[in-house]
């Protein structure tokens, strides 16, 4: 599987969901925060936004809801205590292996739609975060996907032209930013 990547001058990796298995903690986290307010996310529905910054979830559950709160502050407390449980829950995903295979062969970056410091200790965590010459989280760029601003800013600190990179993404959001930058797309949800 990995050779076929070798034509690239970089790799792009979205991380939850693509890397690493970190839905189980963001989940338990939603659920907590949530049912503070008298509400729940329907998974299967938000699966549209996989990809989005926190706060887009929470607008999209308020907007369900038609209730009066701050999505940035229902966010905020979602991040505030999602950090512990995903760090007891994650796990990588297959797709570490072409990870693995590249290090040092060819530059590599996380672009994901956590918050950077946030991927940065779930990289560190299960010794992925030293593969990697940059990650990029929401807090990184202004623009989220399907905006290709993750993804350029990648391209960007690794040194090389968006055109060269390919991006492994699980999610329309992500595929929609990759081919906004220039990239080509590589569907992990189809290895």
């Known amino acids: 599987m ?13 991380m939850d969901g693509t890397l690493l298995d970190t839905e189980a903690g963001h989940r338990k986290a939603w659920t907590e925060v949530l049912a503070k307010y008298g509400m729940t996310l329907d998974f299967e529905a938000a ?30 407390e979602k ?10 829950m994650v796990k990588p995903l297959p797709i570490a292996d072409v990870v693995k295979a590249y290090r040092g062969k060819t530059p590599m970056a996380v672009g994901t ?54 991006v492994f993404e699980d999610a329309q959001f992500g595929f929609q930013a990759a081919k906004a930058a220039g990239m080509d797309v590589v569907d992990v949800r189809n290895l």
């Open 2 to 14: 990995c050779n076929r990547y070798d034509r690239y001058q970089g790799l792009i990796f979205d």
């Open 79 to 88: 991040f505030d205590i999602v950090e512990e449980m995903i760090l007891d």
């Open 113 to 166: 739609g956590s918050m950077h410091g946030l991927a940065e200790r779930v990289l560190q965590h299960v010794g992925l975060r030293d593969y990697f010459v940059a990650i990029v989280g929401a807090d990184d760029v202004q623009h989220h996907k399907p905006a290709p601003d993750t993804f350029l800013r990648c391209a960007q600190l690794m040194n090389v032209s968006p055109v060269s990179c390919v």
């Open 47 to 76: 699966k549209a936004l996989n990809g989005s910054p926190s706060w887009r979830i929470a607008e999209f559950v308020i907007n369900s809801y038609q209730a009066d709160l701050d999505p940035r502050k229902v966010a905020q």
